[in-house]
């Protein structure tokens, strides 16, 4: 027997549901509630057993239109490339500051994605992010930690 | 009435609000335009900026982005029958063949009348409508509220999932979940944190808009760009043509457009139903009226069967604000962003908005007459300098997107956990689009989840535990009923099927 994708995804928002439903027992309500018609546990116990029941109910019944996926024509390289690019733009932006890891993190993502128009890539990186930084301080009056910018000397 | 129409002129039309829904309907129209953004995704991108505004201020350039991002999808649906939003599905049937045939600039300019025209009738209808069924939401109580928003979201289910009703309601469970972490409102006992004190006050409205839209419309598209279903088609800005009406085309589109904006009021006032669903039903209601050489002429070009659509997605929108500024409760995806937003400004849209914010409920009504003068004054001449936005390539748009979505997040909190947790929600987001699970019921569950929880608190305290209140009153029960009779209709579809 196949197991279509879809039904397994709904397997999974099952187990999901069970284990929202076991972190719903371990939440612990004050005792003049423990008893009271509505409390912290009550709304997502409602919500847990609702999940369980819609997911068991996607499994049991018959599929109306399966989804067609052609995993041929999906190109997961690239995309692989920008969510590790986006986590380590995640990492750094806090001790390189904002300035330097923006601009990296725009200059290599337009290198994944195959451009190689050197000047664009350029002028679309760090020129960009410091007329973006430009319209934050100067006119939203937006603060942004940098300390590249810091040891420049180019902000205070 | 008058008071309050002078009120949001006032507000409206200082020099501030009129630069931001220009603004509004200029980066509207341009993220519009490209396909696969759509309005939710412009207006989460603009939510970071807002934040930096007064409340009417916000709003103002958010609906101006609302307003121009529908146009927009009707520009990159006419051009490269592309639609950059689902509610401008129904403008490419006639509107490309249009432009196929060299007259792009006059089915260009039939959108723009249409959508200026829809936009102004239904906004006279939100005028008179709004304050109206304010006072009648007065009488609404908490168990009401409570069966509302159970209708609200179930609908959205029912509309936005194309036949995919269980996955539609899974994503309502996940995002009601996603709400319920962090402190519990009334009792401060915080949930589903996990020690982490990042969670303490829950998970932001905006980074997940951000994640579930913006970030994951750039993955998907760049998931995608291998297939070739998806090759966005160039054109040439050369053969848009002239965008003058002879008296016929005219005629005709006057005929079209009255019909089609009180169908599409009509339809953007119920829950769940909407831009998408007012476009195609006015399209087959046009069908049904013309003669029957018009009627042949459906699909290769019709000025009827692209000026109905156009009226009644931007009358839809017009109407889609009765139940939010009216009821508090979002109709649409999209305006459950905006509740998001207003949220977020402290402000709680409800029959008593109308009472204590006026230059708010006022002044939104106003800027959507201004944003409808400016998007035609705005986007009907510079159409040819705008469509260039249609050739950009996605190696320089997807980066700046992502660009876009992080530094939203990041400006709201200055922490990277943030970051990441948008990262993490977006992958599993573009997951789940793959297999056609529908985002915007997830996006109304989350906005909902804190209201929809405090309203059955109310109820459930009242009743003493019991879930008569469902019933109690005739109010609950009749809307409690219609919910019933939704998904009685859904399964009976699933079965017939």
Redesign the interface.
């Given at each position: 027997m196949r197991i279509s994708?879809?039904k397994i995804?709904?397997l999974l928002?099952f187990i999901?549901?069970a284990l929202?439903l076991y972190?719903?027992y371990q939440?612990?309500?004050?005792s003049f509630?423990e008893n009271?018609?509505?409390?912290?546990k009550?709304?997502?116990t409602f919500?847990a057993y609702?999940?369980m029941f819609?997911?068991m109910?996607?499994v049991v019944?018959p599929e109306?239109?399966p989804?067609k996926?052609?995993h041929k024509?999906?190109?997961?390289k690239?995309?692989l490339f920008?969510?590790v690019i986006?986590?380590i733009?995640?990492?750094i932006?806090?001790r390189a500051g904002?300035f330097l890891s923006?601009s990296i993190?725009?200059f290599f993502?337009?290198y994944f994605?195959?451009?190689r128009r050197w000047i664009?890539m350029f002028v679309?990186s760090f020129p960009f992010v410091a007329l973006?930084m430009f319209l934050?301080h100067g006119l939203?009056d937006?603060y942004?930690?940098d300390p590249f910018l810091k040891m420049l000397g180019i902000i205070g | 009435m008058i008071e309050g129409i002078l009120i949001g002129l006032q507000t409206a039309l200082s020099l501030k609000n009129i630069l931001m829904v220009m603004m509004g309907c200029f980066f509207g129209t341009i993220i519009g335009m490209l396909p696969g953004l759509g309005p939710m995704t412009a207006i989460a991108l603009m939510i970071p900026?807002t934040y930096?505004f007064e409340p009417a201020t916000g709003l103002i350039l958010m609906a101006g982005v609302y307003y121009g991002a529908v146009f927009g999808g009707s520009t990159s649906s006419i051009l490269i029958n592309a639609p950059g939003v689902p509610g401008t599905v129904a403008t490419a049937f006639d509107g490309y063949p249009m432009a196929q045939q060299g007259k792009a600039g006059k089915a260009l300019a039939i959108a723009a009348y249409s959508s200026f025209a829809g936009g102004t009738i239904s906004a006279i209808f939100l005028l008179f409508a709004a304050p109206s069924l304010s006072k009648v939401s007065l009488a609404f109580r908490s168990p009401d509220y409570f069966a509302l928003m159970v209708l609200g979201l179930t609908a959205v289910s029912a509309f936005s999932s194309?036949?995919?009703f269980?996955?539609a309601?899974?994503m309502v469970?996940?995002g009601?979940?996603l709400a319920?972490v962090g402190q519990?409102s009334?009792?401060d006992?915080t949930?589903?944190t996990f020690n982490n004190m990042n969670l303490t006050d829950g998970i932001s409205f905006v980074l997940v808009v951000m994640a579930t839209f913006a970030m994951s419309e750039?993955?998907t598209i760049?998931?995608?760009?291998?297939?070739?279903s998806r090759a966005t088609k160039q054109i040439s800005l050369s053969q848009l043509g002239s965008i003058k009406l002879d008296k016929d085309e005219r005629n005709k589109m006057l005929k079209s457009i009255p019909r089609s904006s009180v169908l599409g009021f009509l339809i953007g006032v119920l829950p769940g139903a909407g831009a998408t669903i007012a476009s195609f039903l006015a399209y087959g209601m046009e069908r049904n009226y013309v003669n029957e050489d018009e009627k042949k002429k459906f699909g290769k070009g019709s000025v009827h069967g692209l000026a109905a659509p156009e009226t009644a997605n931007n009358a839809a929108c017009s109407g889609s604000f009765v139940p939010l500024l009216t009821l508090g409760i979002p109709g649409s995806g999209t305006t459950a962003v905006m509740l998001g937003a207003l949220l977020g400004f402290g402000i709680q849209p409800g029959p008593r908005l109308y009472m204590t914010n006026p230059e708010i409920f006022w002044s939104v009504i106003m800027s959507m007459y201004i944003g409808m003068v400016i998007l035609l004054i705005l986007n009907l001449p510079l159409i040819p300098y705008i469509a260039r936005v249609l050739a950009t390539?996605?190696?320089?748009l997807?980066?700046?997107i992502?660009?876009f979505s992080?530094?939203g997040i990041?400006?709201m909190s200055?922490?990277?956990f943030d970051?990441?947790l948008m990262?993490g929600i977006a992958?599993v987001a573009?997951f789940?689009r793959?297999?056609?699970?529908p985002m915007a019921p997830l996006i109304l569950a989350f906005v909902l989840g804190g209201l929809?929880?405090e309203n059955?608190?109310r109820s459930?305290?009242i009743?003493?535990?019991s879930f008569s209140f469902l019933w109690d009153r005739p109010l609950t029960a009749i809307i409690f009923g219609g919910t019933i009779l939704l998904i009685t209709w859904q399964i009976y579809k699933?079965f017939k099927?």
């Open positions: 994708t879809d995804i709904s928002f999901l549901s929202y972190q719903t939440i612990r309500v004050f509630d009271a018609p509505f409390n912290a009550t709304f997502p919500i609702l999940g819609l997911s109910l996607y019944l109306r239109i989804s996926v052609d024509v999906l190109d997961y690239s995309t920008l969510i986006a986590t733009y995640g990492f932006i806090l904002f923006t993190f725009l993502s337009y994605l195959g451009e664009w679309l973006f934050l939203l937006i942004l930690r | 900026i930096g194309k036949g995919q269980l996955k309601m899974m469970t996940l009601l979940m319920t519990d009334l009792s006992i949930r589903f750039a993955l760049i998931l995608k760009g291998k297939d070739p390539p996605k190696n320089f997807i980066p700046l992502l660009f992080v530094t990041y400006l200055f922490n990277n970051i990441f990262i992958v573009t789940l793959l297999y056609n699970f929809i929880e059955l608190r459930l305290l009743s003493d535990g699933g099927k």
